[in-house]
């Protein structure tokens, strides 16, 4: 699926080292310099995700294929890029691309980095960002607003989009985000077309000096209690140390340097579990011999569209689908065992699919 998350933030707060840690099929250039990322780096991620090795131990397939997610690197925004400052346009128009935004905040002090903003302050750089998303929002929002305005004086459906932009165009200019304003499922279409980037969930990356990573520090206290109050995550981390840990080909190697970090698991497994959440995103199996795969669906998607993920063909044909729960399959062991057990169901098309599935599925050609 091509559900991205785009790493944003100010210049010189570690974007492009977290892209590095993250990115298994690219490579962002990591330097000092202001605008070392022109162009967006794109990424795939594989989602760690422990029930898929636990599937595989029992089935003994020939390969095993995680599931992945899309990591977009976006280069520094500076106070200004709303209006074209520094690459701000430019920037900003790759932002719109994407669904969800990691927030990358430099919660540290060293001198041989630059920053043009004077003394570390989390609070301050995040609604510096914030407040360029919302400046270009008011742009857009503002714009379809004049263009509906000569449409609703004759119809009465561009008469009511008008009402939703306006409360839009309210919300911002009170210095609020997009994602904070009440609407409804029936709201949201007259605003689709705008992509607008304060509608955008927000997951908050607390990049902290390594004496910092296990305890927290000031910088990343007080960003915490920001984003407590949005009911936003916030996840503490050395992006230095991350990218080092992705780096190592070694598993022994890379057990010894966590373990030297005191650290059970790499942060960045929680950083991509919670860009997962963030996106709404489920996980459901098919286990067989050939392989055992973790495919990503939506929330709330019915039993056809997940048989979509794997070809069109099975969404078009559907005729049934084989289920059985997580839970169950490792607790009988194998397919067959649960099919004795009376565990493996036959659900059609309303059957809404729930995360950590095993399923087959029955279709026409």
Same mark, same amino acid.
């Given at each position: 699926?091509?559900?991205?998350? *785009?790493?944003?933030?100010?210049?010189?707060?570690?974007?492009?080292?977290?892209?590095?840690?993250?990115?298994?099929?690219?490579?962002?250039?990591?330097?000092?310099?202001?605008?070392?990322?022109?162009?967006?780096?794109?990424?795939?991620?594989?989602?760690?995700?422990?029930?898929?090795?636990?599937?595989?131990?029992?089935?003994?397939?020939?390969?095993?294929?995680?599931?992945?997610?899309?990591?977009?690197?976006?280069?520094?925004?500076?106070?200004?890029?709303?209006? *074209?400052?520094?690459?701000?346009?430019?920037?900003?128009?790759?932002?719109?691309?994407?669904?969800?935004?990691?927030?990358?905040?430099?919660?540290?002090?060293?001198?041989?980095?630059?920053?043009?903003?004077?003394?570390?302050?989390?609070?301050?750089?995040?609604?510096?960002?914030?407040?360029?998303?919302?400046?270009?929002?008011?742009?857009?929002?503002?714009?379809?607003?004049?263009?509906?305005?000569?449409?609703?004086?004759?119809?009465?459906?561009?008469?009511?989009?008008?009402?939703?932009?306006?409360?839009?165009?309210?919300?911002?200019?009170?210095?609020?985000?997009?994602?904070?304003?009440?609407?409804?499922?029936?709201?949201?279409?007259?605003?689709?077309?705008?992509?607008?980037?304060?509608?955008?969930?927000?997951?908050?990356?607390?990049?902290?000096?390594?004496?910092?990573?296990?305890?927290?520090?000031?910088?990343?206290?007080?960003?915490?209690?920001?984003?407590?109050?949005?009911?936003?995550?916030?996840?503490?981390?050395?992006?230095?140390?991350?990218?080092?840990?992705?780096?190592?080909?070694?598993?022994?190697?890379?057990?010894?340097?966590?373990?030297?970090?005191?650290?059970?698991?790499?942060?960045?497994?929680?950083?991509?579990?919670?860009?997962?959440?963030?996106?709404?995103?489920?996980?459901?199996?098919?286990?067989?011999?050939?392989?055992?795969?973790?495919?990503?669906?939506?929330?709330?998607?019915?039993?056809?569209?997940?048989?979509?993920?794997?070809?069109?063909?099975?969404?078009?044909?559907?005729?049934?689908?084989?289920?059985?729960?997580?839970?169950?399959?490792?607790?009988?062991?194998?397919?067959?065992?649960?099919?004795?057990?009376?565990?493996?169901?036959?659900?059609?098309?309303?059957?809404?699919?729930?995360?950590?599935?095993?399923?087959?599925?029955?279709?026409?050609?």
């Amino acid at each position: 699926m091509a559900l991205q998350a *785009g790493i944003i933030g100010l210049p010189n707060v570690g974007k492009s080292t977290l892209f590095n840690a993250v990115s298994n099929s690219a490579k962002a250039q990591a330097s000092n310099y202001r605008f070392c990322t022109i162009d967006p780096n794109v990424g795939l991620v594989d989602v760690p995700d422990p029930r898929l090795q636990k599937l595989a131990e029992l089935v003994n397939p020939q390969r095993v294929v995680p599931t992945q997610i899309e990591i977009v690197d976006i280069a520094g925004l500076v106070r200004g890029s709303s209006k *074209g400052e520094g690459l701000g346009n430019k920037f900003l128009a790759n932002i719109r691309e994407v669904d969800a935004i990691i927030h990358v905040i430099r919660c540290f002090e060293d001198e041989n980095i630059l920053r043009e903003e004077g003394a570390i302050n989390p609070v301050g750089d995040k609604e510096i960002i914030e407040t360029e998303l919302q400046l270009k929002d008011l742009e857009s929002v503002g714009k379809k607003v004049q263009r509906t305005e000569k449409l609703a004086k004759t119809d009465p459906k561009a008469k009511a989009e008008l009402e939703i932009l306006k409360r839009c165009l309210a919300h911002l200019e009170q210095g609020k985000n997009i994602r904070t304003l009440e609407l409804t499922k029936e709201d949201r279409p007259a605003i689709a077309d705008l992509f607008l980037l304060s509608e955008k969930p927000v997951l908050y990356v607390a990049n902290v000096d390594e004496a910092s990573m296990h305890t927290s520090n000031k910088y990343s206290d007080s960003l915490a209690k920001v984003a407590q109050n949005e009911g936003a995550e916030l996840i503490v981390m050395n992006n230095n140390i991350e990218a080092q840990i992705a780096e190592m080909e070694n598993s022994e190697d890379k057990q010894l340097f966590m373990e030297e970090y005191q650290m059970k698991a790499p942060a960045l497994d929680r950083l991509i579990h919670s860009a997962y959440s963030l996106l709404k995103l489920y996980t459901y199996f098919t286990a067989g011999v050939q392989e055992v795969r973790a495919w990503t669906i939506q929330h709330g998607w019915k039993a056809p569209q997940a048989a979509g993920v794997i070809h069109t063909d099975f969404e078009k044909g559907f005729i049934k689908a084989e289920v059985i729960g997580y839970d169950d399959y490792v607790q009988y062991g194998s397919e067959s065992a649960c099919r004795d057990a009376g565990k493996l169901r036959i659900e059609g098309k309303e059957y809404v699919v729930k995360d950590g599935d095993v399923m087959h599925f029955r279709f026409n050609v």
